[in-house]
């Protein structure tokens, strides 16, 4: 199955900017949704079609998406970012979605 | 307002079935593809199937081809999802998500319900 690589904690100050990756084989090749999930909540869809803002959530929030890594990029970081973030593409071989392990986003 | 209203936590012994409802208002449910997923305790997310949006086809991943079963109801704008043969492995939280396409299926999830933990325990 395809794997999905995304470090385990990212730290950043308030105010300035996170960026969170999720490597794997070709991802470029593939399209990129990204996910903000904060303790005992549903997870929230933040970027899809790795660059585009579902309605409602802050231009803050971007991605990109080249080579064998996609990457979301929060801007001017605030406190209520706070949260883990996942990446999740389509498994052409297995087919179906999946899903990285999550990087704890740390506000500090 | 959109949403998704999931149905309460549940506790079921090992060998038994749990069966989960996602009620949707606030869009037209009979124009999106709906998901299942689930998240068990410290662990990531995980696919575990997808009904069309007139209920009449079902796709499911191959680890929970034999056990579990996606049906829904056009007339309440309700998915329903149930689980057989549970073992301590499947306590999770169970989510119901919309796809993100509108009369298309574009795999990815823009809307969750709260999720609903089932636990399963003897």
């Known amino acids: 199955s395809y794997e999905l690589i995304l470090p385990p904690s990212v730290s950043v100050a308030p105010g300035q900017t996170a960026r969170i990756t999720c490597g794997g084989n070709d991802i470029g090749s593939k399209s990129v949704h990204w996910y903000q999930q904060k303790p005992g909540r549903a997870p929230v869809l933040v970027v899809y079609d790795d660059s585009d803002r579902p309605s409602g959530i802050p231009e803050r929030f971007s991605g990109s998406n080249s080579g064998n890594t996609a990457t979301l990029t929060i801007s001017r970081v605030e406190a209520g970012d706070e949260a883990e973030y996942n990446c999740q593409v389509w498994d052409d071989t297995d087919e179906h979605p999946v899903f990285g392990g999550g990087t704890k986003l740390t506000v500090v | 307002q959109v949403q998704l209203v999931q149905s309460g936590a549940e506790v079921r012994k090992p060998g038994a079935s749990v069966r989960v409802s996602c009620k949707a208002s606030?869009?037209?449910?009979?124009?999106?593809?709906m998901h299942w997923l689930r998240q068990a305790p410290g662990q990531g997310l995980e696919w575990m199937g997808i009904?069309?949006?007139?209920?009449?086809?079902?796709s499911y991943a191959q680890k929970f081809q034999d056990r579990v079963t996606m049906t829904r109801d056009t007339s309440t704008s309700t998915v329903y999802m149930e689980v057989s043969s549970l073992r301590s492995e499947d306590t999770a939280v169970y989510y119901c998500?919309?796809?993100?396409?509108?009369?298309?299926?574009?795999?990815?999830?823009?809307?969750w319900g709260r999720g609903t933990l089932v636990t399963v325990s003897s």
């Open positions: 009904i069309n949006p007139r209920g009449d086809s079902t």
């Open positions: 998500a919309r796809d993100g396409a509108v009369g298309a299926l574009d795999w990815y999830f823009d809307l």
């Open positions: 606030g869009f037209t449910f009979t124009r999106y593809y």
